[in-house]
């Protein structure tokens, strides 16, 4: 451990400062010379698309990875071999995205595990002094009281996070370094954390601050680093700077290019619905779904737009009403039949569960149309291949080849797999089901250009979004849906993001948007971090 | 998690579904405390069931003898509940060590054997803990080490121990007697066995390390969730080393007190497994929290034990007996994986 003091005496060098820094992992570049120089006492923004670089930093910086080049200085102490632990020693501490806390643990088990003798030195372990010295921790700290035989299983999503940041504290850091903390949280409880973390800065401490949220950035942050393809593209003032200007360095591209939206001929219908219903979940539902066409279909949890997508490929059957495809009644009982009528289905997949990721790219790929390539029941190899790298292009899958193992890749191309998968059947309707959720920016870029081309080929395309730019961006029309019922049918040429969200919430017609709005996505969270 | 690019607009209904907290029902405490109390209950009701069915069930000459019967499997329930602990409750890739029984029948030949060749106690139970010991380090060294799954790297070592056990006794019992053996298969003055002593004292060194000091508290993480011990700054691969040592350990002390409860070393001891794991399956019911605990493991163990010996006072047919004890493993595992899985 050789400690050399680089900066002059009379200046304050940096917190942190991480030199040129290069990390491979079996022939994808995570990091080329990344670097990141944190100023004492600051808040310290870090922001890239998913595969940028962000978590290799990170990775690095707490020990975990070693760099393959480059420089780390702690306080103007270079430090050449930075494990875990000395990464602890010297005070650099992690909040992690994924609450890293035991979930059968009480709140003063999870927060002194590890540390026990803050709580008091004694040989043995008392779990109720334990859980007295976290209670009026937490009440001191952040004006939290819990239930006091909570386990951490039985806490919300926001207050497991306050219990992380508590348990870092209490170990006297020097930096704090959050990695996008407020992914599960409600707007309510982002603010009490951001207002903690200033709280943090006041008392001296240095943050670094990796958000997908660039108004969380705006709202905190004193610098903010843009990394793109493992480099560091600029270092800037979040004050002075726009945030879509910031989004165009981590895209490196136009942000009004992310949604390539064209107009569309009133063509003849692939699918026609009238009066479908399955109540209680949606009853009286109709609307048509038109060749070259992308529709939107939004609404609440318990809209029943999530039961009407999946029956319209035969996960659930409809109890009233007709499905016409292409002109023709049709009965969709089963996916089979589904599929037999040339409807694609590209189920909800925010973790990638649908991925082997043992498997490689092309494997992963070709899983479902094997059919597509096989001649007698034998896999034509070089037609799957060239299949596959096609897909990898359309969809600019970041990989080292069709062969690489899908684990090796970032988590947004690891979705990107996920979806050619399901889009390399060749289909007339495609359904799909929060197809950009968990994704970046970049990689939602490239999918939504893919399903513009499809479209342009001739396929209609329902996608089931919460997301309202998504919808206003690329879809021709949007459905809202609230209550079982189809009570809005906009043209995003015509009607506004506001208008769609009203309808969505039942502002529009009840005034209600307060109640509606908190039962939103009650069912989002058990898919998230 | 969809991007936000952070102007005013998309803050305030960009990606509208978002950020949410889930509601947590309160009904959960209620489903763990209910399990709990129900699994108390049952203990209860098969002691008064037995009590008012047999007048000699419900005496303390019966009631010392029970606990002192249940050493053996006992305190081997005991080294599979630290192993899950340190490993985690899944069955399939959590902590287990199925090396146990072997590793008592392979303690008790070399025990035997040691005394027949003309040593001591004290060299033989030196050996015996040695051969433990060395099983449980062999465990460690399968699983954390080579990476080997828990469930096929403790098979491996059975058949080991159980071919070196057939090797050294040459598939024969032995006898032999010697003045521990004697005093350990014996009652004190108030006919109290000695097997009672040592089960109750075994348990409260393990209560006392696992449940009431740090090392206790951080095993617990490293088998609960093993990334928030490893983030918690913990070498979390030596606790996990340290489980198969108190479990190797375990089998050496049940080996010493197996030999001395039949006189010597016999065969068969592979069959004890089954309600060795049963029997620390069993044991998470009666903590709060649904997780391994020796406190919940010696109430399982006396559980298995009362209900054998009642219906024995009773004239059950023994095939009857081992039935219900899986008929009640069953479905207090069931009721426990529920729960759990209304947790998850």
Known sequence: MTAQVIAPATQVPPALSLQALYKD???????????????KGSIHGLVGQNGAGKSTLIKILAGLHRPDGGAIAVDGA?????????????????????????????????????????????RLLN??????????????????????????????????????????????????????????????????????????????????????????????????????????????????TSASEIAALMIARDVTELFPKQAVQSAEPILQISGLGRPPAFADVSFTVRRGEIVGLTGLLGSGAKELLRSLFGLEKPSQGSIEIDGAARSIGTPRAAMENGIAFVPEDRRGQRIAAELSVRENISLASLRLFSRFNLVQRKRER??????????????????????????????????????????RLYILDEPTIGVDIGAKADIYRLLGELAAGGAGILILSTDLIELTGICDRVLVMFRGRLIGDFSTATASGDAIFDAATGAAERGIAEPAAAELGAGELQHVG | MSVSYGTAAVEQHGSFASRTMPARPARRFLHRGLLRTGSLLVFIAVFTAFSLASPLFLTFANIVTVIGQSA????????????????????????????????????????????????????????????????????????????????????????????????????????????LLDLLSGTDRFGIPFLAYVIVAVAAILIVTLQYTAYGLRLYAVGEHREAARAAGLPVQAYVVSSYLISGLCGGIAAILYTALLSGSTTGSGEMLLPVVATALLGNVFSGRLLPTIGGTLLSTLLIGFLANGF????????WVSGIQGLLILSVVAATSLVRRRRS
């Open chain 2, 72 to 179: 053996v499997v006992g305190i081997l329930a005991f080294g599979l509940t630290s192993v899950i602990i340190g490993g985690g409750a899944d069955v399939v890739r959590g902590g287990i060590d199925l090396s146990l029984a072997s590793n008592l029948g392979l303690g008790s030949a070399v025990y035997a054997s040691l005394v027949q060749a003309g040593y001591g106690d004290a060299a033989a139970i030196a050996a015996t803990l040695a051969v433990g010991l060395s099983v449980g380090t062999v465990n460690a060294i399968s699983i954390v080490s080579i990476g080997i799954l828990p469930l096929l790297a403790t098979v491996a070592v059975m058949n080991i121990c159980g071919g070196l056990e057939l090797v050294l006794t040459q598939n024969t019992a032995i006898s032999v007697s010697t003045p």
């Open chain 2, 312 to 319: 024995q006072l009773l004239h059950v047919s023994s095939y």
């Open chain 1, 25 to 39: 992992f079996g022939g994808t570049r995570a990091l080329d010379g990344a670097s990141l120089e944190v100023a």
């Open chain 1, 78 to 122: 270079f430090q050449d071999h930075l494990t875990p632990h000395r990464a602890e020693n010297l005070g650099i501490h992690f909040i992690h995205q994924e609450r890293l806390l035991v979930p059968s643990f009480s709140v003063g088990e999870a927060l002194f595990v590890g540390q026990e003798s803050l709580a008091g030195s004694t």
């Open chain 1, 386 to 427: 060239a299949h596959c790298d096609r897909l990898i292009e359309r969809l600019g899958i970041r990989t080292a080849g069709g062969e690489a193992p899908v684990k090796s890749l970032s988590g947004g191309n690891q979705q990107k797999v996920a979806l050619a998968k399901w889009l390399s059947r060749q289909s």
């Open chain 1, 127 to 240: 779990r109720r002094k334990l859980q007295a010295k976290a209670t009026s921790i937490l009440r001191e700290r952040f004006d939290l009281a819990l239930p006091a035989d909570a386990l951490i299983g039985d806490l919300t999503v926001a207050q497991q996070q306050i219990v992380q940041v508590t348990r870092a504290l209490l170990a006297n850091p020097s930096i704090l370094v959050f990695d996008e903390p407020t992914a599960a949280l409600v707007k309510r409880e982002v603010d009490v954390l951001l207002e903690t973390i200033r709280r943090l800065r006041q008392q001296g401490l240095t943050i670094v601050y990796i958000s997908h949220y660039l108004s969380e950035i705006e709202a905190i942050c004193d610098r903010v680093t843009v990394l793109r393809n493992g480099k560091d593209v600029a270092t800037v003032d979040p004050q002075a």
